[in-house]
């Protein structure tokens, strides 16, 4: 059974700081490993999508790198702002599949 | 391009009644998959449907299921509500299986 863990659970920087949260999986058969962001009471947001074959993606201040053979993923967040104080979670496909299996999510807050 | 959009954004219920929940997925979108997201649990799947066929279940009772229209659109129905159904429900819609998916801004269901 797939098992995500993410650390920390939680995480307060000063604003300007640059940041890793990390993310670990159990079974490396996973298809494609997607990031996103929570913000309270609402919805996901879809912020990277690396593929199983990727090594990496990039957006904007964002990058994600993915090592399947170790199960880690990280997602690095450049320059970070208030405005990226949100939760952030990861979550992996197995291959052939839909269903995403989530980690519990690192709550980010940055102090201005 | 609209997004996911759920309906209703919010609902109050009474224990032992039942309620369903509407889905629309971004226009061209023929998965749409469920999950229910709480403190205690986290972001677990309930289910997914692709062209109007179940494809994949999760581990909830079968209190909790499911349909989707030859549209695309999608509806969960709970029945018999229990206190522990109160839950941000959420669906998410994608092209086809392991493609980056969408999600809407979700249902928040409280069962008193």
């Known amino acids: 059974k797939q098992e995500v863990t993410q650390i920390p659970a939680a995480l307060s920087v000063p604003e300007g700081e640059n940041l890793v949260l990390n993310c670990s999986f159990t079974?490396?058969?996973?298809?494609?490993l997607q990031w996103f962001r929570q913000d309270p009471g609402k919805g996901l947001t879809s912020l990277l999508l690396?593929?199983?074959?990727?090594r990496e993606q990039t957006s904007g201040r964002l990058n994600a790198s993915l090592d399947k053979s170790s199960g880690r993923s990280t997602l690095y967040i450049a320059a970070s702002q208030p405005g990226d104080s949100a939760t952030y979670l990861c979550?992996?496909?197995?291959?052939?599949?839909?269903?995403?299996?989530f980690g519990e999510g690192t709550q980010l807050t940055v102090n201005p | 391009k609209a997004g996911v959009t759920q309906t209703p954004r919010y609902l109050i219920k009474t224990r032992g009644q039942q309620v369903t929940l509407s889905c629309s997925p971004i226009s061209g979108h023929r998965s749409v998959s469920w999950y229910q997201q709480t403190p205690g649990q986290g972001l677990q799947f309930l289910f997914e449907?692709?062209?109007?066929?179940?494809?994949n279940k999760g581990n909830f009772p079968g209190r909790f299921s499911g349909r989707q229209f030859s549209n695309s659109r999608s509806e969960m129905n709970v029945s018999t509500l229990e206190l522990g159904d109160s839950a941000l429900y959420l669906c998410?819609?994608?092209?086809?299986?392991?493609?980056?998916?969408?999600f809407g801004p979700g249902t928040r269901l409280t069962v008193t």
């Open positions: 998410a819609s994608s092209t086809d299986r392991a493609y980056e998916q969408y």
């Open positions: 690396i593929q199983s074959s990727q």
């Open positions: 079974d490396s058969a996973i298809y494609n």
């Open positions: 979550a992996v496909t197995r291959t052939g599949g839909s269903r995403l299996t």
């Open positions: 449907y692709f062209s109007e066929t179940q494809r």
